[in-house]
């Protein structure tokens, strides 16, 4: 750790800008000084847009003239992802940016006015000494297929949220309605158990199929393995159930709007699992990985997506 630090304020030289960005949604505070603390210009205040950069940049540019430096280094708090748009800009202009720990600007600020107060102005002077002090972390900023895994990433998180919350109403539902249900199949989401969910029926209405009309109706979806001994114990449980009659027809609807959710998830899994095993396609090295029992692709592709190049 020592090591770590000791390097990184080697960093750091008398013809080193640095420069603290307090991040904000709208506007962003920044300033500048030396390796010994000297703080030069006034503070630069731009908002989060273009001009707002392009103001930034030229700030930037002056004081690096003005004081004759060569190098510049500009650290800021990983707000949320307020600050992405900012580091991708430096990036792009060849300029380094560093992130500093939100906890320890919160303690530091203490030390130049003994008040841990919020204020945008004094917490980009507190951001810069942390800076100074070698107090920081180098994020990654992935590009080409390592930023189009690290967004897929973010989607599949997104689906799975999506996906639990569906869940959980069609188990409410069954509940209400058809408690025995899960008596009778272990889970809703299997292709037999599913398909009888498509009937969209209550179970007296269950109950009054024949059996050969069940039959039909599943192999819909379900040419084998289950069969005439699964419906008629599925026509006993619904028989003798004793879920909720009141209000039928929204009830009907509610299933039908649940399920058609839950399937238009599963097809957007698809389709992001083809896109994911695209792009991994295009990283050398993954056939080894895979190779490693218990590795599997979600695993390469949600450690390419944080590691990144």
Partial sequence: MNYNQNKKISQ????????????AKFKHVARAQDYR???????????????GFEHFLQWIFDIKKE?????????????????????HILKEKGIKFVAVNPLHVKKSKELDDNSPTKNDVKDAKVIAQLVKDGR????????????????????????????????????????????EFLKVF???????????????AFPHEIAEFTEEELLVHLRLSVTRSVGLNKIRELKQAASKSIGL?????????????????YELIQLQ?????????????????????LAIKGVGRDTIAGFFAEVGI
Wanted: glycine share 8%; proline share 4%.
């Fill in 136 to 179: 920081y972390a180098e994020p990654t900023i992935p590009q080409g297929v390592y930023a189009e895994l690290r967004v897929a990433k973010k989607i599949r998180d997104l689906l799975t949220e999506d996906l639990q919350t569906v869940q959980g109403q069609v188990h409410n539902w069954i509940d209400r309605y058809f408690p």
């Fill in 67 to 87: 004081q004759n430096m060569d190098n510049v280094i500009v650290g800021m708090e990983p707000t949320g992802h307020y600050w992405l748009n900012l580091a």
């Fill in 37 to 51: 603390g000297l703080e030069f210009g006034s503070p630069c205040y731009f908002e989060n847009e273009h001009e």
């Fill in 12 to 23: 750091i030289t008398s013809q080193t800008l640095i420069i603290g960005v307090d991040i």
């Fill in 186 to 200: 272990k889970k809703w989401e299997g292709k037999a158990a599913l398909q009888f969910l498509k009937l969209y």
């Fill in 245 to 261: 009659r009141q209000g039928a027809e929204m009830a009907r609807l509610e299933l039908k709007t649940i399920l058609a959710k």
């Fill in 269 to 289: 899994f698809e389709e992001l699992d083809a896109k994911i095993d695209g792009l991994l396609d295009e990283i050398p090295g993954v056939q080894q990985m």
